[in-house]
Nanobody, 126 residues
Framework: QGQLVESGGGSVQAGGSLRLACSSLGYGLFDQCLAWFRQAPGQEREVVAS????????YYTDSVKGRFTISRDNAKSVFDLQMNDLKLEDTAMYYC???????????????????WGQGTRVTVSS
């Protein structure tokens, strides 16, 4: 179904910015739900943001609203997560995911995500 490959993680000081990118190799993104998840040590994986690739409806978890922006470029088969004003608590492994568009708009975050990236680490320091 196509591999998802992430890039853009790294280390940054609090208040800084990073942009994560997820490329879908050999498979397009149209008519899918796309999302970024994260998992910090000792914590459960959580959905950070999702986007409906058709209508563009988005969802953000409360802790990142106003700081993170998810976007997609269906023509290039890439979707991104722009992270601004990073905080210590944003430190985690970030994973991109894609799945069939079983729901639309912000409800995309509830679909069965069948494709996952390998993960990219984001470390925020003081």
């Amino acid at each position: 179904q196509g591999q998802l490959v992430e890039s853009g993680g790294g280390s940054v000081q609090a208040g800084g910015s990073l942009r994560l990118a997820c490329s879908s190799l050999g498979y397009g993104l149209f008519d899918q739900c796309l999302a970024w998840f994260r998992q910090a040590p000792g914590q459960e994986r959580e959905v950070v943001a999702s986007i409906d690739s058709v209508q563009g409806g988005t969802y953000y978890t409360d802790s990142v609203k106003g700081r993170f922006t998810i976007s997609r470029d269906n023509a290039k088969s890439v979707f991104d997560l722009q992270m601004n004003d990073l905080k210590l608590e944003d430190t985690a492994m970030y994973y991109c995911a894609a799945g069939p568009r079983q729901y639309v708009g912000p409800a995309c975050r509830f679909v069965d995500f069948s494709r996952w990236g390998q993960g990219t680490r984001v470390t925020v320091s003081s």
